[in-house]
């Protein structure tokens, strides 16, 4: 561990045998932009796709055709970390990822970014939808993540940040649905209902928290489609969206 900031960031790739009883190596790869970690692997056919660099911001086309010799073809740079890889059409991948900015010496303000790679031929850039003070399950846990294929929407709960004197106005935890079209992904937030727990504790001075529902707004934790239909997933209430 002394040697650790020298280390280099590698990528292995393992075989099993039929019986799936072993695992060996059989080639690897130091990516490009390595930085100090990878935060997102997606295996694409015959290609793998691998975000590093400073926050998991470039990600890697590498061409496995020959698995012992892993070969990366383009690299393309995001405004965000590569956490999560979505494909949503041919030679086309959602990368959902969060995104930081600094404001002054210390403060950082951070946000979310749905970036479409068209990968034809080396990666580009086709489409990128971000927006600041949101996080999501999304980007650690995949379930999180649901894509409709039927309608080419991306769908994942998001969650408001806020820090008094530099945040925008509340708001309630939503379901963010983003449509992937030929240009930038279109967003719509969709709030859900007050699950019925009670009426709502004060805000200042003593309470009985037996009497009142002290947990706020639902947060949507998945987002399910259903026989044609959409439907929110909350930590109090699970509710049907007109598909429409």
């Given at each position: 561990?002394?040697?650790?900031?020298?280390?280099?960031?590698?990528?292995?790739?393992?075989?099993?045998?039929?019986?799936?009883?072993?695992?060996?190596?059989?080639?690897?790869?130091?990516?490009?932009?390595?930085?100090?970690?990878?935060?997102?692997?997606?295996?694409?056919?015959?290609?793998?796709?691998?975000?590093?660099?400073?926050?998991?911001?470039?990600?890697s086309?590498?061409?496995?055709?020959?698995?012992?010799?892993?070969?990366?073809?383009?690299?393309?740079?995001?405004?965000?970390?590569?956490?999560?890889?979505?494909?949503?059409?041919?030679?086309?991948?959602?990368?959902?990822?969060?995104?930081?900015?600094?404001?002054?010496?210390?403060?950082?303000?951070?946000?979310?970014?749905?970036?479409?790679?068209?990968?034809?031929?080396?990666?580009?850039?086709?489409?990128?939808?971000?927006?600041?003070?949101?996080?999501?399950?999304?980007?650690?846990?995949?379930?999180?993540?649901?894509?409709?294929?039927?309608r080419?929407?991306?769908?994942?709960?998001?969650?408001?940040?806020?820090?008094?004197?530099?945040?925008?106005?509340?708001?309630?935890?939503?379901?963010?649905?983003?449509?992937?079209?030929?240009?930038?992904?279109?967003?719509?937030?969709v709030?859900?209902r007050?699950?019925?727990?009670?009426p709502?504790?004060?805000?200042?001075?003593?309470?009985?928290p037996?009497?009142?529902?002290?947990?706020?707004?639902?947060?949507?934790?998945?987002?399910?489609?259903?026989?044609?239909?959409?439907?929110?997933?909350?930590?109090?209430?699970?509710?049907?969206?007109?598909?429409?």
């Open positions: 561990w002394e040697q650790r900031n020298e280390a280099d960031v590698t990528v292995r790739l393992l075989a099993t045998d039929a019986a799936a009883r072993t695992l060996d190596e059989v080639g690897t790869l130091v990516p490009v932009e390595a930085g100090i970690a990878v935060s997102g692997l997606r295996f694409l056919g015959e290609r793998l796709l691998v975000a590093t660099g400073f926050g998991g911001n470039v990600v086309s590498v061409d496995l055709s020959d698995p012992t010799a892993p070969t990366t073809t383009g690299e393309v740079t995001l405004p965000g970390a590569g956490a999560y890889f979505q494909p949503v059409g041919d030679d086309r991948v959602m990368v959902l990822g969060e995104t930081i900015r600094s404001i002054g010496d210390e403060d950082f303000v951070g946000g979310l970014h749905a970036t479409v790679l068209d990968l034809t031929s080396v990666p580009v850039v086709a489409g990128t939808w971000s927006q600041e003070w949101l996080s999501t399950p999304a980007t650690q846990h995949h379930h999180a993540f649901t894509w409709w294929p039927n080419s929407i991306a769908a994942f709960g998001i969650d408001h940040q806020y820090r008094d004197g530099v945040s925008p106005p509340w708001q309630p935890p939503q379901a963010q649905l983003l449509m992937s079209g030929a240009a930038a992904p279109t967003p719509t937030a709030t859900p007050q699950a019925d727990l009670g709502p504790c004060p805000t200042r001075g003593e309470y009985d037996t009497t009142c529902d002290s947990t706020g707004p639902p947060a949507v934790q998945r987002v399910l489609v259903v026989d044609g239909a959409p439907w929110l997933y909350t930590s109090e209430s699970l509710e049907r969206l007109d598909p429409q």
